[in-house]
């Protein structure tokens, strides 16, 4: 259950003051500095510097997420999706609410989206920072609206039109007008020239001129509203279109984070070229880095990865400047080099960018858009006196709506062993062509990746001390013995060894093997003509398809108790499954059950 601390870092009172009714926060007397004479702080490759981009979660499955997973695996970021009052595209116009009506804002109050509510969105904030994990909010600072005749009415019930916005925090003393605006209202045609990309309108957007001392007081209004909850930083939307001057004074007027300390984490999303290059905006924060996803995206899919362990400085970024990813949300519809819909390559790659000491990586974790790009997040549908239009669901990792790619095996243990190797370099150890590589990280861990179809019998110098070792990057184990590894890497799959992960009495020395089948007594309610399957991880429990999991059976005299000869190894995930006659499937809610079991009970 999550525990929320009352007033936690000052969010309730800044809550009511600086996103809801306004008084006491920062107005036109204390507008933001002309530049700014400090770069915002930087992520550097430290303990729990992995971000995971839970896009368009609502506030409440974040929350129960940070308590439930990211804590207890070592993230030490989630970005969420803009929770600025948003526009609501009617059904025939977008389809299904698309994805993109979150970045038109129509104010800056976070009453209300289709995630959930100002409460909530504290709630989110106060849960995360409890099991050490910062919210890094996508925020839209350069524009608000596209055009539509005669307006609408926002998230939170704010009637607008574009170039109109009459009440940004909900207490009708801050608005924007048409002279906020510009300087120019076209939209942008010429992607070679400067002036037009960072002043004109990207994709008729209302373009804020940000030059303005009355659009900075909002805006860094706004964002410092959302520090004083505890907000630990900000992934800035659509950065290139704001001029650099402009940029500097708004991030220059920012708060440090309460709690956490510090300056926020600032990170800008920026196409590099040669018309603005993303070292523009260094000085700001860091930079959203494509350069190096196209290289790894591409070099996995190919499988073309051995020289990937000298990484260059993508697009004129270091390692400290830059935010790394193999996908994004965008990537994923309008450049999908290398998505989850690839499968083990695609887990494979984000392993290695966990495992390399460049960037500060963002683990994407999206739903299911089923080829539409427009599609909405998975939702409820409408809610009675809810302005907000279809409204988000409860995310849930059992079911095929939520992708969860941060969950998977492969991801979620190299974000332990990123953490346990820290501050150290990187010296490769062996290859093999150039689909095969393996280094140390320092004395601290070893890696290995096989981006080929055929397992890897490697043997390998390592500084990593004598032991057997848990692999970080999946099932199974292996020993170091005076200095070497041997193991077998699997088609398309990782090693990865570290300090701190060493194996108990009962390690293998390889890749985990099936056992001989236990009996599993199970109590569990169904309704007529259900089956209970025992699905799971493995091939013998269905490799999570309900309708080839292990079967249990029951009768008269045994109901509601259902057993059979199951066999699950000892790191083996499963749950319970209900399957009904026409192939449906009801799965047990809860963490995934891991080994084996005498004796369980259906958990609800």
């Excluded at 499955?61 to 009052?85: H, M, T």
């Excluded at 009415?153 to 009637?159: L, Y």
């Excluded at 990309?197 to 994709?203: A, H, W």
């Excluded at 510090?262 to 930079?287: C, F, N, R």
Aim: aromatic share 10%; glycine share 14%; net charge negative.
């Amino acid at each position: 259950m999550r525990t929320t601390r009352v007033g936690v870092l000052a969010g309730a009172a800044l809550l009511g003051a600086g996103l809801l009714t306004a008084p006491g926060l920062a107005g036109p007397s204390d507008a933001a500095p002309a530049s700014a004479d400090t770069p915002a702080d930087t992520l550097q490759e430290g303990a729990a510097d992995t971000i995971v981009h839970l896009f368009q979660w609502n506030w409440d499955s974040v929350a129960a997420e940070c308590a439930d997973f990211l804590g207890p695996a070592g993230y030490g970021g989630v970005q969420v999706s803009p929770p600025q009052e948003h526009v609501v595209v009617p059904f025939s116009e977008g389809g299904n609410y698309p994805w993109w009506q979150d970045y038109q804002p129509v104010s800056y109050r976070i009453d209300n989206t289709r995630r959930g509510t100002a409460e909530e969105f504290e709630d989110m904030v106060a849960t995360c920072a409890d099991n050490g994990v910062r919210i890094y909010v996508d925020a839209v600072v350069n524009h608000m609206t596209g055009p539509r005749e005669g307006g609408g009415t926002g998230s939170a019930g704010t009637e607008w039109e574009q170039y109109e916005y009459p009440d940004l925090f909900g207490d009708g003393g801050a608005a924007y007008g048409y002279e906020d605006f510009g300087p120019c209202y076209d939209t942008i045609e010429n992607w070679d020239d400067k002036e037009e990309v960072q002043n004109c309108q990207l994709l008729d957007l209302a373009d804020l001129d940000t030059g303005s001392q009355h659009v900075r007081s909002q805006i860094t209004r706004y964002l410092n509203g959302l520090i004083g909850m505890g907000v630990g930083g900000f992934r800035v939307d659509a950065s290139k279109h704001v001029p650099e001057d402009d940029m500097g004074a708004i991030i220059g007027a920012l708060d440090e984070v309460p709690g956490f300390g510090g300056a926020p984490l600032v990170y800008h999303e920026v196409y590099g070229d040669q018309t603005i290059p993303y070292t523009a905006y260094t000085p700001y924060g860091q930079v959203t880095n494509f350069d190096y996803k196209r290289d790894l995206a591409s070099g996995f899919a190919g499988g073309d990865i051995a020289d990937l362990t000298d990484m260059p400085d993508h697009g004129g970024l270091t390692a400290e400047e830059s935010v790394v990813f193999v996908d994004n949300h965008d990537t994923q519809r309008y450049g999908p080099t290398l998505t989850h819909v690839d499968g083990d390559r695609y887990y494979l790659a984000t392993a290695f960018m966990l495992a390399h000491p460049y960037g500060t990586p963002v683990v994407m974790s999206s739903y299911d858009f089923q080829g539409n790009e427009t599609e909405g997040p998975p939702s409820v549908g409408e809610v009675d006196g809810n302005p907000a239009g279809w409204i988000t669901e409860d995310s849930d990792c059992s079911t095929s709506d939520w992708v969860c790619e941060h969950r998977d095996e492969t991801v979620s243990g190299m974000v332990a062993f990123r953490n346990a190797v820290s501050g150290t370099g990187l010296t490769e150890r062996a290859r093999d062509g150039s689909s095969r590589v393996a280094f140390d990280r320092g004395e601290e861990g070893f890696a290995a990746f096989n981006a080929s179809g055929g397992a890897w019998q490697l043997t390998a110098e390592t500084a990593l001390p004598d032991g057997t070792y848990d692999n970080a990057a999946g099932p199974g184990s292996a020993t170091v013995t005076d200095g070497r590894v041997t193991a077998t890497v699997p088609a398309d799959g990782a090693l990865a060894l570290h300090v701190g992960g060493e194996c108990g009495q009962d390690c293998g020395g390889g890749p985990e093997e099936p056992g001989d089948p236990d009996t599993l007594t199970a109590t569990v309610e169904t309704e007529f003509g259900q089956e209970v399957h025992v699905v799971g991880s493995t091939p013998e429990l269905g490799s999570w398809n309900p309708a080839d999991g292990a079967p249990l059976s029951t009768d008269a005299d045994t109901y509601p108790e259902w057993s059979g000869s199951v066999t699950i190894g000892p790191d083996t995930e499963w749950k319970l499954v209900k399957v009904s006659p026409d192939g449906s499937a009801d799965w047990e809610s809860g963490d995934n059950r891991v080994g084996p079991a005498a004796s369980v009970t259906w958990r609800g």
